[in-house]
Every structure is written in C-alpha cells, then in structure tokens.
C-alpha cells in the first residue's frame, strides 16, 4: 500500500464515521483517530510520510475558516472576558504547569524544551470541541464558548511554542523579546486579515459568479495563514480576522444560491479535513512508539504526570474563573456566555481535548539545534506529547457523552423556541410592511394582497408554531396538509421529467451540453 492509497482510505473513513458516530452516539473525530490507530498497527500499511512543516498550513486554515462560519465575530467581542480566561490564560498556565513538571521528571530536559512542549498540548482542539459540543444538546452558550477558547487559544499557543523553539535552536532566550514578538505577532495578523478580507470581499463583488466566489473562499484562509506567517505574524489570528471580516460583510439577503452553495462546499471540506486531521493523529501512533524504544515503562510514567497535569489544570482553573464570570455577569444571567452551575463547568472540564493543532506543532519540531545537536529531548517530548493527545481526545472524547447525560446538562430549548418564535414574527413583520409599500405604491389587487398575506403567515408558521394563534395555527395545518400532498405528486411527477432528460444522455444524437442545460433547470425547479 502507497501514501496515495492510504490518503483515500482516510478519506473514505471521514466520511463512513459520520453516519457511524450518530448511530452510535460518538463523535466522528474520535472515531477517525482510533481508525488511524488501527491502520497504524497494521503491517502492510506504511507510516505516514507527510513533512512536518506543512501539517500546519495545510490543515489549520480550512478547518479555521470552516469553523468561523458556525459563529459570528459580534458573539465574541460581547463575550470576550470568559473567552480570554480559557483562550489567554489557562494557555499560559498550563504552559507553566506542564514545563514545571516536564523539567523537574525527565533528565536533562532544558525549561525551553520543557515550554516547548507545555505550549504545545496547552490548547485544546477547536474542531475536536465544537464537533463533540455540537451533538450532544448542549446550551448554546457552552458551545459558543468552547469555540471561542478553541479558535483563539491557538494563537497564544503557536506563539509561545515558536519562542521556546526558538530559545532552545539558539540556546537565546529574553521574556521581554517574547512579549514583544506576541505583540507584533497578533497585531501584524489582524492587519494582514482585515486587508485580505477586505480584498476577498470586494473580489467577491467582482466576480458575481457563486461557484467562483466559493472558488475564491478557499484561497483566502490559505493566503492569510502563508502572508502573515511570512511576516512573522499569527497565522492562526490573521485566518480568523479574515473570516471573520468577509462573514460579516458579505451578507447580501438576495444571495440565497451563493450561501447554499458555500454552506455546502464548506461543510464537505470541514468533514474531509476534519477526518485527514484526526486519522493522522493514530496514523503516527506507530512512529511514535519507535522513538523511545527500550525505556517504554519509564516513559509512560512521564507522560502519565504531564497528563495528570493537563487534565488537573484546567479542572483547578474553571472553577474559580467561571465563579468569576458568573459574578461579573451579575450572578450568571442566562444568556451569558458562562458555565452557569457546577454541572456546566464540569462538563466544559471534561470537554478539553487536543487535537491536530498539537499535533502538527509536535511533528514540526525540529530534529537539531545551531550547532547540529540533536535536539534535547525530541523523543520524549514526542511521546508525551501524543500521550496527552490520545488520551485526552480518545477518553475523554468517548465518555463525555455519558458525562453530559449523567449530569443532565441539556440546551435550554425554551428559550431556543422563544428566539425562533422572536425572529419569525420579526420576519412576517418585514415582509408585512414590504407587502403594503408595494400595495401602496402598485395598488395590488386584493386577492394577490391575500394570497401574499397567508403565504407569509405559512412561513412564520413552519419556522415557528407559536408564532400565530390557535385559529391561524389550525388552517395553517389545514394548508399544509394540502401542500404537502401537492409536492409529494409534483416530485414523483419532478422526478420523471428529470430521469425522461437523464435517459436522453444515452441518445448518441442528443448534445450533451444542451442536456445538461434542460437538466439544470428542472433541478432548479425543483430545489425552489
């Protein structure tokens, strides 16, 4: 079996363990990381021979920009003090709690290796949290949270990781030089975000085309992540700024084909990387066992601390920093973006596993310093490293679905049913009032008024029930009724005249072309 080979069983596996996980209840990511540790064992399967230094920008910006789609920035900037507690500083602190431990454990280890390796399993993994959080019902308010700390606790991370690198290739390492280049590196890629979004958005507004502004969408996570990197900015950050700038701006209400077409695109790339991302992780499972051959035992002991400390950590933090939260936010207004019980917090503890991120800042370690060394360590960090990788995400990742049942943590769908019952009527309202401007001005005639009228009150109805009363409600049912019926004929009746085209493909005198465009067009009808 060949690398190329291998690359589609990943793929082909990213897809099987969606509809697999939802059966079982498990998320897709854990089930993608425990088929690579499968493959990985198997003799006829080769290790994984992908360069370190492109796992990051190969991988980050899709899954980044990917994941800004599900958010917004407005929900960030309201929330940013619980955001930067988990994103900033638990970072920091379990940088500093991990590079005490590993220092004080393993022989000879230098404090700017030990750093290195803290900075790397510090963050936990956006697309592991967001794709557990995602299906297990829980309060929006959690979700968006485990969001924020997984989009922006990257930044912190790779920084850190990059000067503890760095000091230990040189052997020079200054806290105020540190400092200086996390500044500079956040504010160079805020600039380089908002000015490639910027440009997307207007190339966007040039091209007009869908397929071309998807097209397009792609490119742009991936130029800011090479840009800023290439002046020593925050890859990671400038990403985020530049989906965040072109989410906001490109928000045309008429663009109903485009958004279609980009919520499609964007979820097929999100499932595929996300699978490449995750099956990579048990794919190097192999490798890595190789790299501390003979003292095995002595290893596991290590990795069992730096996990213990990983895990302990961010218990020790929560605690106290969302009481702190709750307490700012005048003691935990309900929709505060905050843990609101003991229960939440536990859940948001249980909830931290590291993912590709670490992953590609631990094969991207280099193999010698200046002076040709060996780098201090690099096995041994490597280890650690995927200890707390697998352990975190594989047992933690299978058992938080029963964490969050025992605890009963669920969504508040009341309040989820009162927002959708807020904006429904918000929307009848705006088209009522467009309704009568348009009667106003064209003097419609009244059974086009009425017709316009019920049609609209149908749509508040399907989006929310209680959006009507008990009268409108129950002709609206009536209605329904009746509709449905209609289109389950009319897409039998869709469906014959899309297989009767699809038959004339067979015809040799029949030009494809003209086929193709009669077969758009029903298909058109159709999603209408």
């Known amino acids: 079996m060949d690398q190329f080979v291998l690359l589609m069983l990943v793929l082909l596996g990213a897809l099987i363990t969606v509809p697999v996980g939802d059966r079982l209840g498990l998320p897709a990511p854990v089930l993608m990381t425990l088929l690579g540790i499968v493959l990985a064992v198997l003799p006829f399967v080769p290790d994984v021979d992908i360069p370190p230094g492109v796992v990051l920008p190969l ?38 709690a991990v590079a005490v431990t590993a220092h004080a454990l393993v022989p000879g280890l230098p404090l700017a290796a030990a750093v ?37 606790n990257d930044v912190t991370a790779i920084v850190l990781y990059h000067v503890a690198i760095a000091a230990v290739v040189t052997g020079v390492f200054s806290w105020p030089g540190a400092l200086a280049e996390l500044v ?23 091209l007009g085309d869908a397929t071309l502004q998807v ?186 679905p029963w964490l969050v049942t025992k605890l009963g943590v669920k969504a508040d769908t009341a309040a989820e049913r009162a927002l959708e019952k807020t904006l429904a009527v918000r929307a009848a309202k705006a088209a009522r009032r467009r309704l009568r401007e348009i009667d106003e001005a064209e003097d419609l005639p009244d059974e086009v008024v009425e017709a316009l009228d019920r049609r609209m009150t149908d749509l508040g109805m399907r989006i929310s029930p209680e959006a009507a009363d008990d009268e409108r409600r129950e002709a609206y049912e009536q209605r329904a009724r009746r509709v449905k019926l209609v289109r389950r004929v009319q897409a039998e009746m869709m469906s014959a005249a899309r297989q009767a085209v699809l038959d004339a493909r067979r015809d040799p005198n029949a030009d494809p072309q003209v086929v193709s465009r009669v077969l758009r067009q029903l298909d058109a009808r159709s999603l209408r």
């Open 116 to 152: 290195a390796l803290g900075a790397l399993v510090a963050p936990p993994d956006p697309v592991a949290a967001t794709a557990v959080a995602g299906r297990l019902g829980l309060p929006r308010r959690m979700v968006s949270l485990l969001e924020g700390e997984g989009l922006f």
């Open 215 to 400: 097209g397009l969408s792609l490119l742009v996570p991936f130029v800011a992540y090479a840009l800023a990197d290439e002046l020593r900015g925050s890859g990671v950050l400038a990403v985020l700024t530049s989906a965040f700038y072109l989410g906001d701006r490109m928000s045309d209400a008429d663009d109903v084909v485009g958004r279609f077409a980009a919520g499609t695109f964007w979820q097929v790339v999100d499932t595929l990387v996300t699978g490449i991302a995750f099956g990579l992780i048990g794919l190097e499972l192999h490798s890595v066992f190789g790299t501390v051959h003979g003292r095995l035992w002595l290893v596991l002991g290590w990795s069992a601390a730096v996990v213990g400390v990983v895990v302990l950590v961010r218990l020790l933090w929560l605690l106290p920093a969302a009481w702190l939260a709750r307490k700012a936010s005048g003691g935990g207004k309900e929709d505060a973006e905050i843990p609101l019980t003991w229960r939440e917090t536990m859940v948001m503890w249980w909830a931290g596993m590291r993912g590709v991120a670490s992953v590609a800042l631990v094969l991207a370690i280099p193999l010698e310093i200046h002076d040709g060394a060996p780098f201090p360590g690099r096995s041994v960090i490597v280890f650690v490293a995927f200890a707390v990788i697998l352990v975190t995400l594989v047992a933690q990742g299978l058992t938080l």
């Open 59 to 96: 991988l980050l910006p899709p899954l980044l920009y990917a994941a800004v789609q599900r958010t917004s920035w407005r929900q960030f900037a309201a929330n940013w003090q619980p955001i930067f507690l988990l994103a900033v500083a638990l970072v920091f602190v379990t940088t500093a």
């Open 184 to 206: 500079l590196s956040a504010v160079v890629a805020v600039l380089v975000g908002l000015a490639l979004g910027w440009l997307g958005a207007w190339l966007m507004e040039l």
